[in-house]
């Protein structure tokens, strides 16, 4: 009893030195815990996770699957099955790089679904961008203020992953597409600290658009997501999913630089973004007696402006693995008499080669000529025959003649 007696003594200062901390730590304008259960980055500026995705009217989060088979929205990860495992709508599988500062060099490490040729361009990029200096005259003297814009990449992969590939089986391989399907992106723009009371920096999302587009699977014209066009830029909203209800962040009351207020309209801890999947799945066709598949694919390569009002110090420059690759996945099956696949397969291998192709074609030739033989006698060999009969099939056919 004693013992525990002393724990609880033990218990009531430690409660006020956290409470002191959290206290302290709002004070300051920065936040001491993530609720959110991990992060995708601890470098300073903005930092992108999949938030959730908009389908047929029903919002889905880690927290809110609404029946979903799998709803995995976690960071930079995303797979996501709102029917059921194997059937319906394929799974919906993401990834994405941090929103990270390229290298000023001729070639950067880029994950292998990235296209080399997008990376070449960012040997050229030399940041900060631009530099935007005020002077304010007020009663207490003049005050020097200075913002940068600075220019940062953002790869986003997408993919519609099937688990099932028979056709006449409501598989979801067999032509099962998502329409008007949003994917929502949450955009972390609080300021990072890592020593207490140190200076810190602040960030603003000034612009998102769309610098290049990859679009993979068998027919990319079927293919429609948004953006699509070079230059496109996205919506930046306070609140998920477009409602018009801002988050946890609506009262937040601004943060303070040099005792100068930042607009908390654009200088705020979180923001939201989306791009729709507007006919976006999977395509199958026949090929003799087999079935395919295949995925469609989406590459999205953004370009994210940052406004920054501090020292960037503890900066993201990325050099991801190339083990990262996600690819047009196919699949398929064969008919359901297997001596016929065989036969079908055996001949496609037989046409495949040259002395495969030119046999066929002398054998199909012989034929025609067996065929064209055998019209010609039917037409013109009978009739002689029926002539040499005469009048006398033709009076058996009549009968016995009248007197």
Not at 156 to 171: T, W
Not at 239 to 266: C, I, M, Q, V
Request: include cysteine; aromatic fraction near 14%.
């Amino acid at each position: 009893m004693p013992g525990k007696r002393g724990d609880r003594r033990l218990l009531i200062p430690l409660l006020l030195l956290f409470v002191v901390v959290l206290l302290a730590s709002a004070g300051s304008g920065l936040r001491l815990l993530d609720i959110s259960g991990g992060y995708s980055s601890a470098y300073e500026g903005a930092k992108a996770t999949f938030h959730g995705l908009l389908h047929n009217g029903l919002q889905y989060t880690a927290a809110e699957t609404d029946g979903a088979s799998t709803c995995r929205v976690l960071g930079t990860q995303l797979n996501f099955d709102p029917d059921e495992a194997s059937n319906g709508l394929p799974n919906l599988a993401g990834e994405m790089t941090t929103i990270f500062i390229p290298e000023k060099v001729s070639l950067v490490p880029m994950p292998s679904w990235v296209p080399r040729d997008w990376t070449n361009e960012l040997a050229y990029i030399g940041n900060p961008v631009n530099a935007y200096t005020w002077s304010v005259v007020a009663s207490d003297g003049r005050h020097d203020y200075r913002m940068e814009e600075w220019l940062t990449k953002w790869y986003v992969n997408l993919e519609a992953k099937f688990d099932s590939s028979g056709p006449f089986q409501n598989s979801e391989g067999d032509n099962q597409r998502y329409v008007n399907t949003e994917i929502w992106f949450k955009v972390d723009t609080a300021p990072t600290w890592y020593f207490q009371n140190q200076t810190s920096a602040y960030y603003a999302v000034a612009k998102v658009y769309l610098n290049k587009i990859i679009l993979q699977g068998k027919d990319i014209g079927k293919i429609d997501v948004t953006p699509e066009a070079s230059g496109s830029a996205l919506y930046i909203s306070y609140s998920p999913f477009g409602t018009g209800k801002e988050d946890e962040s609506s009262t937040f009351t601004g943060y303070y630089y040099n005792k100068a207020l930042l607009n908390p309209s654009y200088f705020r801890p979180t923001v939201y973004t989306n791009i729709i999947l507007g006919n976006f799945g999977t395509q199958s066709w026949w090929e003799w007696a087999s079935f395919y598949c295949k995925a469609d694919v989406v590459t999205f390569d953004f370009t994210v402006k940052q406004f920054v009002v501090g020292e960037w110090v503890v900066k993201d420059v990325q050099k991801p693995n190339d083990d990262m690759s996600r690819k047009s996945q196919v699949g398929g099956t064969t008919f359901y008499i297997p001596i016929i696949s065989d036969l079908a397969a055996a001949l496609a291998n037989f046409l495949g080669n040259p002395f495969g192709l030119a046999s066929a074609l002398i054998f199909v030739f012989l034929i025609i000529l067996a065929l064209v033989a055998l019209v010609l006698f039917w037409f013109f060999g009978r009739p002689k025959e029926l002539k040499r009969g005469g009048a006398g099939v033709t009076a058996r056919l009549l009968g016995p003649p009248t007197g």
